[in-house]
């Protein structure tokens, strides 16, 4: 996928500017390249982020020129979740390179539905390595495999392309399912006649005060 990028001679704290009219300054980088100041247009950005993500290659078009490059990090506003930066780092086609993959967990695990376990989730991404061209947009992760409690997904039960290097341990969990915790016990509920001897004592406090 595409996406066009304009140089940019505006830099440090003017770029407030180019957002107020919908561009996002970015810089592209990598392979011993000199850093390139450039502005992509915000709207047609997101479209391509949540189809690509940060670990599939896209080519970058800046002044008709094709580079592929990877979407290597975004900074968003933390309160109204605009894109105010993007890097994007520069590949070689054929050289391999190492890039964290979003897991994708699928299906339903019939320990939770059936023994009303709880599902733990222990990874969200995986390092991988492979070429630009191989690397996966995302690696699925069968819940149905989790049929009993206890029973645990490792790294080593991933399915991936070849050419496609896991970099984690083989045993690590990614995902298992727990026992539910069990309720706290409620306090003893208290008697009738508990109840009467209290106010019997009390009574008697009355009358001895009283005296």
Known sequence: MELKAEKREILGGKVSALRKIGLVPAELYGQ????????????????VFKEAGESTVITLVVGGKKTPALIYDVTTDSISDRILHVDFYLVDMAEEITTEVTLDFIGEAPAVKTEGGVLIKSMQEIEVCALPA????????DLSMLANIHDSIHVKDLVVATGVK????????IATVIEQAAEEVAEAP??????????????????????
């Open 166 to 173: 896991l970099l984690a341990d083989m045993d690590t969990v």
């Open 134 to 141: 191989n690397l996966p947009h995302s690696i699925a992760v």
């Open 32 to 47: 011993g390249s000199e850093n390139e100041h450039l502005t992509i247009n915000e709207k047609e950005f997101i479209k």
């Open 190 to 211: 208290i008697s009738v006649a508990d109840v009467k001897i209290a106010g019997s004592e009390k009574k008697k406090e009355e009358g001895e005060s009283a005296a």
